[in-house]
Nanobody, 123 residues
């Protein structure tokens, strides 16, 4: 199983970025996917998640109203549209796949992880 993230980069405060993630080699259809992030010196935190069967989405309070998660279950892809970016959004962003039911905003629910993509918000 491989997860490939793309779309990271450097952006000024108030700017936008879209992260994309594609999973390949999954043994069976996923339950859902999610984005996490980890800033230097901080613990990994959940950002957003999507459950395929009902297309429910969840967001961390810090990104609600600014970030939007979307994806395609059949293609095993997920994206994260990030608007109104702030310096505190700077982190390595990871996508993750859950193959079985669970709380998708919990890291332990996910079976596979991408290598991460750096997002830097700076003027």
């Amino acid at each position: 199983v491989q997860l490939y993230e793309s779309g990271g980069g450097v952006v000024q405060p108030g700017g936008s970025l879209t992260l994309s993630c594609a999973a390949s080699g999954l043994p069976f259809s996923s339950y859902g996917m999610a984005w996490f992030r980890q800033a230097p010196g901080k613990e990994r935190e959940s950002v957003a998640a999507i459950r395929w069967s009902v297309f429910n989405t969840w967001y961390a309070d810090s990104v609600k109203g600014r970030f939007t998660i979307s994806g395609d279950r059949d293609k095993n892809t997920v994206s994260l549209r990030m608007n109104s970016l702030k310096p505190e959004d700077t982190a390595v962003y990871y996508c993750a796949v859950a193959q079985r039911p669970g709380v998708l905003m919990y890291a332990r629910t996910h079976n596979y992880w991408g290598q991460g993509t750096q997002v830097t918000v700076s003027s």
